[in-house]
């Protein structure tokens, strides 16, 4: 059983006993100057205990706050920047289709606004006969950045022959600062998965260190000799199910590229191929919006603690993630337990069913 700081109470009846045995069995009298101090005492000896008890908290990972939990990453964990500990935010980037005057220019560093953020751009553009596409970058790091295709962008100062509003053609990249569970996961990965030359871990180890990617698996599907890695970016890229796109399967391939053994005979980075199962749940006993709403995310939850690729979906787990739905007491479930059609398919709940 782990030690725990005893109550003050009890400290505060140690310190007593101690005192009164140390003097042959004096009697401490209430308000006495002999009780008080023992008291003081106590408590000064409590404070001791529970720091010691706080600290113990900080020395190992799996229970360290967040500026002890950094330490930790500083030691275990280098980045695929170069970078050591927790992964820092990254800035959205993109490009925007302007229109104006021919012959006007663009400067670089010109401001937009969009949807409350501000943008730069990153180059001197010229207008021409058609539209120009413009590339930027966010100014203020993560997701926020990020913007879907044909979000207006307005120009923050007008600009000579060029119109004030822009529209996004793309804007991605943008990654919020890793999180202590994701932090403290990769360096409990990395501390039970030492290095060793190129095994499955390290490739998993190696594609986690890319921003943005939160979740990464690793296996010889092309066969001897091959390595095949895929991953999620399930902050990054939440609204197509955590999917990452083929740019980002390239920024995580070059990266590894540069860090696995020369005697792989081939590697490939790919996303996870989505294999879309659907359920009927009827004689659900409280059938309403909400509850629906809490069955799909308890599905999707559970999902994201057992799923990965080329894995069997059961039926059993799709039966405990309902069953565990607040407001969710009795229902049946039609749904028979799912194997992969290949190895890199992942299963992902399509459509639920109520009868």
């Known amino acids: 059983m782990p030690w725990t700081t005893p109550p003050l109470r009890t400290v505060r009846e140690m310190v007593r006993n101690d005192v009164t045995a140390a003097l042959s069995g004096a009697v401490l009298i209430a308000n006495s100057v002999l009780r008080v101090m023992s008291d003081a005492m106590a408590g000064l000896a409590h404070l001791v205990l529970r720091y010691i008890d706080w600290l113990s908290q900080q020395l190992l990972p799996d229970t360290a706050e967040t500026e002890w939990l950094d330490r930790h990453g500083n030691i275990w964990l280098v980045n695929a920047d170069g970078t050591t500990g927790r992964k820092a935010a990254t800035y959205a980037q993109g490009t925007v289709s302007a229109t104006g005057q021919q012959g006007f220019v663009i400067p670089a560093a010109t401001q937009l606004d969009i949807l409350g953020i501000t943008y730069e751009t990153t180059a001197d553009i010229t207008m021409g006969t058609d539209p120009a596409i413009v590339p930027v970058r966010s ?55 030492p290095p060793m030359g190129g095994s499955e871990a390290d490739y998993i180890s190696w594609a986690l260190s890319v921003p943005g990617v939160t979740r990464a698996w690793a296996a010889p599907e092309m066969g001897p000799g091959t390595m095949t890695v895929r991953f999620m970016m399930d902050d990054l890229r939440a609204d ?73 979906m059961y039926r059993t787990w799709v039966e405990e993630a309902i069953a565990g739905t607040v407001g969710v007491n009795f229902f049946e479930l039609d749904f028979d337990t799912t194997p992969m059609p290949e190895v890199g398919y992942m299963p992902f709940i399509g459509t639920i069913y109520y009868a």
């Open 139 to 193: 100014l203020t790091a993560g997701a926020i950045g990020n913007a879907d295709n044909g979000t207006s962008a307005d120009f923050i100062s007008p600009i000579s022959g060029i119109d004030a509003q822009a529209t996004v053609i793309e804007l991605t990249g943008g990654a919020d600062t890793e999180t202590d569970d994701e932090l403290r996961a990769r360096i409990l990965f990395r501390i039970r998965n």
């Open 240 to 312: 197509n199910r955590g999917l990452p796109t083929p740019d980002d399967c390239i920024v995580v391939h070059d990266y590894i590229d540069t860090v696995r053994p020369v005697t792989v005979k081939d590697m490939f980075v790919e996303a996870p191929v989505p294999f879309f199962y659907s359920i009927t749940i009827s004689t659900l006993d409280q059938d309403t919006p909400d509850v629906r709403a809490r069955i799909q995310n308890s599905i999707e939850e559970m999902e994201f603690e057992k799923s990965k690729p080329g894995q069997t």
